[in-house]
């Protein structure tokens, strides 16, 4: 028998103010058909005044224990990917425990942009298989137009604000390809590639919350690059060929990358099109990006 992490819940939340293509190019130089040819966006979500990345996340935490049909009481572990916390510190977990009224376990931040929900059911897949806890909520929540330079039509129309959450929980399972749950994972970063997509702020070098900024061309290309090896090294993990599960064939992959790339990945509330792409045996391959980034994750789809 193996202790596998199994997702048993999932739910998600986005503000209810809708921004639309058309909205942006009153604002900035650029048009539906330019923003919908290049991303495939046609409207984002953004927060009220006064609505916090945690208010965010307690709404998607709510949805995911509702769809998980267990109570909050039961969860023992809370990580938020969020690269927007409320406060510096105390961690935005930990104002989402309170919310939910859970007063054990632990909660903490993770923070990895665009890819921070893939580090973060990483992380929560290794310490549920350790055995240190039983059952986690796991939440990527963003306000990101809170960094955004509106008037930088290269970034303004890319990024929004939303949460989602899964209910994650152990469970002995066969040890075999019929398992359900993280199969395995792959996590990369290049540090040089930094100055690519980063926020010009910060309380250590600024003092200011700072604005995003974003060389668009080549965060595309070093990830459309770096995305297939990854996948191919997933699906070796558990095939031993690299062409099989998930549909992770050189050519499938290219397509995902090159159509869907900047719409893709759970990795991330402000990304809303797809979650990942399914192979024909119920696989399924969780992409996230980011400037330093790159992270690939293969589950199984549930029933």
Same mark, same amino acid.
């Given at each position: 028998?193996?202790?596998?992490?199994?997702?048993?819940?999932?739910?998600?939340?986005?503000?209810?103010?809708?921004?639309?293509?058309?909205?942006?190019? +009153?604002?900035?130089?650029?048009?539906?058909? !330019?923003?919908?040819?290049?991303?495939?966006?046609?409207?984002?979500?953004?927060?009220?005044?006064?609505?916090?990345?945690?208010?965010?996340?307690?709404?998607?935490?709510?949805?995911?224990?509702?769809?998980?049909?267990?109570?909050?009481?039961?969860?023992? +572990?809370?990580?938020?990917? /969020?690269?927007?916390?409320?406060? /510096?510190?105390?961690?935005?977990?930990?104002?989402?425990?309170?919310?939910?009224?859970?007063?054990?376990?632990?909660?903490?931040?993770?923070? =990895?942009?665009?890819? %921070?929900?893939?580090?973060?059911?990483?992380?929560?897949?290794? +310490?549920?298989? =350790?055995?240190?806890?039983?059952?986690?909520?796991?939440?990527?929540?963003?306000?990101?137009?809170?960094?955004? @330079? !509106?008037?930088?039509?290269?970034?303004?129309?890319?990024?929004? @604000?939303?949460?989602?959450?899964?209910?994650?929980?152990?469970?002995?399972? $066969?040890?075999?390809?019929?398992?359900?749950?993280?199969?395995?994972?792959?996590?990369?970063?290049?540090?040089?590639?930094?100055?690519? +997509?980063?926020?010009?702020? %910060?309380?250590?070098?600024?003092?200011?919350?700072?604005?995003?900024?974003?060389?668009?061309?080549?965060?595309?290309?070093h990830a459309v690059a770096n995305c297939t090896d990854v996948?191919?090294?997933?699906?070796?993990?558990?095939? %031993?060929?690299?062409?099989?599960?998930?549909? $992770?064939?050189?050519?499938?992959?290219?397509?995902?990358?090159?159509? %869907?790339?900047?719409?893709?990945?759970?990795?991330?509330?402000?990304?809303?099109?797809?979650?990942?792409?399914?192979?024909?045996?119920?696989?399924?391959?969780?992409?996230?990006?980011?400037?330093?980034?790159?992270?690939?994750?293969v589950g199984q789809t549930g029933n």
């Open positions: 028998m193996t202790l596998r992490s199994v997702v048993i819940g999932c739910g998600y939340y986005l503000p209810s103010r809708v921004v639309t293509n058309a909205e942006l190019a +009153l604002r900035v130089d650029t048009s539906d058909e !330019w923003i919908v040819q290049r991303t495939g966006i046609h409207e984002r979500r953004v927060a009220a005044d006064g609505e916090l990345t945690s208010d965010l996340a307690i709404h998607a935490a709510r949805a995911a224990l509702a769809h998980a049909k267990v109570d909050a009481s039961t969860i023992d +572990l809370i990580v938020v990917a /969020t690269s927007t916390a409320d406060q /510096t510190f105390p961690a935005t977990a930990v104002t989402v425990q309170a919310g939910l009224g859970i007063t054990g376990g632990a909660a903490f931040d993770l923070q =990895a942009v665009c890819s %921070g929900f893939v580090y973060g059911l990483t992380t929560v897949d290794a +310490l549920l298989r =350790a055995g240190t806890f039983k059952r986690a909520l796991l939440i990527g929540a963003e306000t990101f137009s809170r960094l955004l @330079d !509106w008037t930088d039509r290269t970034t303004c129309v890319l990024f929004g @604000d939303g949460a989602g959450a899964v209910v994650v929980e152990a469970q002995e399972l $066969s040890g075999t390809r019929e398992d359900r749950g993280v199969l395995t994972s792959h996590l990369r970063s290049d540090g040089r590639h930094r100055s690519k +997509l980063y926020v010009d702020g %910060g309380p250590s070098s600024t003092q200011t919350v700072g604005h995003l900024r974003m060389e668009g061309r080549e965060v595309f290309k996948v191919e090294a997933a699906a070796r993990d558990r095939s %031993g060929q690299g062409r099989h599960h998930g549909g $992770s064939s050189r050519k499938h992959v290219r397509g995902i990358d090159s159509a %869907g790339f900047m719409r893709c990945g759970c990795g991330s509330a402000h990304q809303t099109r797809r979650s990942g792409a399914a192979g024909s045996d119920g696989r399924r391959i969780y992409l996230g990006r980011g400037n330093a980034a790159m992270v690939i994750l």
